[in-house]
């Protein structure tokens, strides 16, 4: 029994020395712990872009084609190659000796036209023999013996041999825009004319329409796209007011001379066209409620408040405050830490 009971000593002993050490470094643990000092920053204002990754969805337009009208005879020259730039006036190609000429008008025309003739196609001659300086009258609809002697000039200068006064509509190749830059021609010198309709030069695939699209594929669409712009290769492009956002359609050209032909998309930036004044604070600033709600704390007298904001996008590090908060003012940086259960009212 003696020995038993000075082995239950000797294990009893340590035993209680371990536990009054325990309690020893609890209590100078306890005495060491702190509540975390309050961090005070103050709310900055920047400006932003909202900058965003953003992709266009190109589609392209047929090309524009020149085409031959009614022609008989013999193609002795053609007056065009890749890299021309046709516009109203300019010489395509002649038949048996006798120049035709690219015209952008109304419509395609029809008729031979004469004296005592009346229409819309007539004021488009008339037209066209104003800008060609042949004709200095009125423009009308009635074909008087002024126009034919300005047509008889023209002809005459196309190489038409004892022209009669006429509008012969196989002088002209109806030109469907104002400018044309010629990507391939389809007509050679030393051949029957072509028939009607025959496209006899090319021009390239004009782009139809660009509609934005998110890093998830999915169509743009913003409140007010006048506030906004994308940005591609430098360059910013306006945005259409229709739903999904898409480039404007003036600009299509401007961006079209930046890209190879049938490009299907490009990526850019979506961006403020002017940037907006946004306040930041840190992150862990703004805490937010069960209802969703936001608020930061502001230093008061008696130490701090709770204060309702509006939150927008910010970072992984800052916060941006849309209202509620002004820039210059002071809040809580670390209020999870620093308060006792804090909580947005």
Not at 76 to 101: C, F, N, Q, W
Not at 250 to 256: I, Q, S, V, Y
Request: charged share 20%.
């Amino acid at each position: 029994m003696r020995a038993f009971a000075i082995l239950a000593a000797l294990v009893a002993i340590p035993l209680a020395l371990l536990v009054l050490l325990r309690l020893a470094i609890t209590e100078q643990l306890d005495r060491l712990a702190t509540t975390p000092e309050p961090i005070v920053v103050t709310a900055e204002a920047v400006e932003l872009r909202d900058e965003r990754t953003a992709r266009a969805d190109l589609t392209w337009t047929d090309p524009t084609v020149l085409v031959a009208p009614r022609w008989e005879g013999l193609v002795t020259d053609v007056h065009l190659e890749p890299g021309d730039v046709v516009t109203t006036g300019r010489s395509v190609v002649s038949i048996d000796g006798v120049g035709r000429i690219a015209a952008t008008t109304p419509r395609p025309f029809w008729r031979v036209l004469r004296v005592g003739d009346r229409g819309p196609d007539v004021a488009a001659a008339e037209q066209l023999l104003a800008d060609l300086r042949f004709h200095n009258g009125p423009i009308d609809d009635t074909y008087d013996p002024a126009v034919a002697r300005a047509a008889a000039r023209w002809a005459a200068s196309l190489g038409q041999r004892s022209p009669d006064g006429s509008f012969d509509p196989s002088l002209v190749v109806w030109l469907p825009l104002p400018s044309l830059t010629v990507v391939a021609v389809d007509i050679a010198s030393g051949l029957p004319a072509p028939p009607p309709g025959t496209v006899i030069a090319r021009g390239p695939k004009l782009l139809g329409g660009a509609v934005l699209l998110d890093a998830n594929d999915r169509p743009i669409v913003l409140d007010d796209p006048s506030a906004w712009e994308f940005v591609y290769d430098g360059r910013g492009y306006a945005l259409t007011e229709g739903r999904p956002t898409s480039l404007r359609p003036d600009l299509l050209a401007n961006l079209a001379d930046d890209l190879a032909e049938d490009t299907t998309s490009i990526e850019g930036v979506l961006r403020r066209v002017e940037p907006v004044v946004s306040i930041l604070v840190p992150a862990s600033a703004v805490m937010v409620n069960a209802g969703g709600d936001f608020c930061v704390w502001v230093p008061t007298r008696d130490g701090f408040a709770a204060r309702r904001v509006e939150v927008g996008q910010g970072t992984v590090n800052r916060a941006q405050i849309l209202s509620g908060l002004a820039a210059g003012e002071p809040v809580l940086a670390n209020p999870g830490t620093s308060l006792v259960a804090p909580a947005c009212p």
